[in-house]
């Protein structure tokens, strides 16, 4: 069966057949026997009905031929003779009256009469109540069930309360003999047993009826359930290539980097929206046109060596895309290929390498800084010991010739050079030396107003106003306060030395949109030349006459080392400002 079906395209997975089974199984199951058991009550309804019903019209015969009875002023009622008469009823089986204590005082069987019945029942409990109840016997004598209604047996309950006397006082009656009998009725007991076999084989017949169609049911349900996969297993053939095309449209257009496909005309056939956003062109723009008229000509280019020679290539290209603008690309390119081996086209994938080529250029200017560092290193440690020898010898002749002004302020220009020379080879071994951090949580804006301090009087005297706005967002900081604090100082200085003829410092403090601390100085001085920016973090690189060169170095150096970053913006007579990056780190989980 399942081969049959998946030749004619329906697949339906085992886990579907035995799902099935295992819900429509048990709910048919269940609305048969809910059936079967609500024919159950409906018969015993009907019997336990049938039942009071016959024991109302044997109490209201008692009643009718007690009243009749008593007119005769001694004649004698038969309970006996009427339950005979009673009994003659099809489908009744006995009719027995017996006191509280199982006694038979009437049975349709006269001989039985005195015996007992009914021992397993707490029949004095019945005699109390007004109650039907029933139960199911077995006939031992026909070998028939018996469905039985028994209650209390009041025949004489409206008969004692008619008629009353003078002042509501019941009237006395010359009672009959048997009527005498049944004046203790409140402990009398009847029972009405019914044949239930004709019941039963109508009941069995419903059963049966029930569970064909309980059966036809659940066949409808199968057979449903295999025409919704049937019509689902179609509709999946109509929509499968649909749904391939837009799944495979989706991936393309959504790929990381750009994608160009080109059909065995020339016309482009595919544009996704990296290459949009690298080549600067709406996909709509350049869709079903000539390749050679919308894209720039190095790519272009790259159809025409697959069309000579159709290979995968590989490599990396400047593409110039109007203007000054030229986008170094990682480019890839392959043809396309039908099941019959017959060209489709042309597929070209390519990637931005601007960043790639700027992370080499970085990586290189480290190399090299590195190198110059441990050369400025060595030279620094041979430098300094005559220097010490230069500055003690100077010191000694200014103590020497203090009656000469001349050779003293000679002396004192050595030493304050030498002390000069020494800074500076201070700041290159600094530079040189692996910068070592000691983070802790700190209050930033601690920080920020401290090194403010530090420069104050300085920028005062120069007619500096300082203007720092710190953000409340960011007050604590996970990084290294004395190198911060040395980052801070080489901006401040910077800053107050480009406006010689007074402006305003900003120091800025926030979080970028990735949630990292940013801190931005910025200056109203004479701004640095643009083809300048570029050389701001090398090393002995100044616009100053009076600068050493090292202090964005060490500042870049020292921000590198906390993971962040340090970028300049500058324009020519308007000011520079130096924005600081810094991670939000957290502290290392200290462990017990």
């Not at 409808?220 to 649909?242: D, E, H, K, N, W």
Request: hydrophobic share 40%; with cysteine.
């Amino acid at each position: 069966m399942f081969r049959s079906l998946k030749k004619i395209g329906v697949d339906i997975p085992p886990w579907v057949i035995l799902a099935s089974v295992l819900i429509l199984v048990p709910i048919f199951l269940f609305w048969t026997i809910q059936n079967i058991h609500k024919q159950k009550e409906q018969m015993v309804l009907l019997l336990l009905e049938k039942g009071a019903a016959l024991i109302r019209s044997f109490e209201a015969g008692t009643r009718t031929g007690m009243m009749g009875m008593m007119g005769m002023h001694g004649g004698r009622f038969q309970l006996q003779n009427l339950l005979m008469e009673t009994a003659q009823q099809p489908d009744i089986v006995h009719l027995i009256v017996t006191d509280s204590r199982g006694r038979i005082l009437a049975h349709n069987d006269p001989s039985r009469i005195g015996g007992i019945y009914g021992e397993k029942l707490d029949l004095e409990e019945v005699a109390r109540s007004d109650d039907i109840r029933y139960r199911q016997v077995g006939d031992r004598p026909g070998g028939r069930e018996v469905f039985e209604v028994f209650r209390r047996f009041s025949p004489t309950t409206v008969l004692m309360g008619r008629r009353n006397g003078p002042m509501g006082a019941p009237r006395r009656h010359n009672v009959p003999p048997d009527f005498r009998e049944l004046k203790g009725e409140s402990d009398r007991i009847i029972f009405v047993g019914m044949d239930m076999t004709s019941l039963e084989e109508a009941r069995r017949a419903d059963n049966r009826h029930t569970m064909i169609m309980a059966a036809i049911l659940l066949l409808i349900g199968f057979t449903g359930i295999f025409m919704v996969f049937l019509a689902q297993a179609y509709r999946t053939t109509r929509t499968s290539l649909t749904r391939i095309k837009a799944f495979s449209d989706n991936v393309v257009e959504n790929m990381p980097i750009g994608l160009v496909a080109v059909d065995g005309e020339g016309k482009i056939a595919s544009f996704n929206q990296a290459a949009e956003s690298l080549l600067n062109v709406s996909a709509r723009e350049v869709l079903g046109k000539k390749g050679e008229e919308v894209l720039p000509g190095a790519l272009w280019g790259i159809t025409n060596e697959l069309r000579k020679k159709p290979r995968i290539l590989d490599g990396e290209l400047d593409c110039s895309l109007g203007g000054d603008r030229v986008l170094p690309l990682d480019v890839s390119a392959s043809v396309l290929r039908g099941q019959d081996g017959g060209t489709w086209g042309h597929l070209i994938l390519f990637r931005d390498l601007s960043e790639v080529r700027d992370l080499k250029r970085e990586i290189e200017r480290s190399r090299r800084l590195a190198s110059l560092g441990r050369l400025a290193a060595g030279v620094a440690h041979e430098i300094r010991n005559p220097l010490s020898s230069i500055k003690g010898f100077a010191t000694y002749f200014r103590d020497r010739y203090r009656e000469n002004p001349e050779d003293q302020a000679t002396a004192d220009i050595m030493i304050q050079e030498v002390e000069r020379l020494n800074r500076v080879i201070t700041q290159l071994l600094d530079f040189a030396r692996p910068v070592t951090l000691q983070k802790r949580r700190i209050s930033l804006h601690s920080v920020i107003q401290h090194s403010l301090k530090m420069v104050e009087q300085q920028a005062e005297h120069k007619g500096i106003r300082i203007d720092a706005e710190l953000s409340a967002r960011v007050n604590e900081a996970w990084m290294d306060p004395d190198r911060i604090n040395q980052v801070l100082l080489n901006l401040y200085l910077n800053a107050i030395e480009a406006m010689e003829g007074g402006g305003t410092l900003s120091v800025k403090v926030g979080l970028d949109e990735d949630d990292r601390v940013t801190i931005v100085v910025s200056d109203t001085g004479v701004g640095i030349r643009e083809e300048d920016l570029a050389h701001v973090f090398d090393p002995y690189f100044t616009t100053r006459s009076s600068g050493t060169g090292l202090g964005l170095a060490i500042v870049h150096k020292i921000i590198e080392t906390h993971g962040g970053e340090v970028r300049v913006e500058s324009e020519k007579g308007k000011g520079t400002k130096v924005t600081v990056v810094l991670p939000t780190d957290t502290p290392p989980t200290r462990k017990e």
